[in-house]
């Protein structure tokens, strides 16, 4: 797992941009605001750096 202050999808600190916490199993995960769309519609992208990812539901659209 990467540092818990570092983005799921980059790996940018809070240094280097807003970070958005979010809980997932157990534990407190950390999200860029570039990269929120990836964890909201497309989760199995972010499979190699958060287990279980690509068993998650997107979210779909509703119009």
């Known amino acids: 797992m990467t540092d818990p202050k ?3 999808a980059c790996g940018r ?3 280097e941009t807003p ?3 979010f809980e997932y ?3 407190t995960r ?3 605001p570039q990269h929120l769309p990836v964890l ?3 989760p199995a992208k972010l499979a190699d750096r958060l287990p279980g990812a690509d068993r998650l539901s997107p979210a779909e659209h509703h119009d």
């Open 6 to 8: 570092q983005c799921v």
């Open 40 to 42: 909201i519609h497309d």
């Open 30 to 32: 950390w999200i860029c």
């Open 25 to 27: 199993r157990g534990g």
């Open 19 to 21: 970070l958005l916490a």
């Open 13 to 15: 600190g809070s240094d």
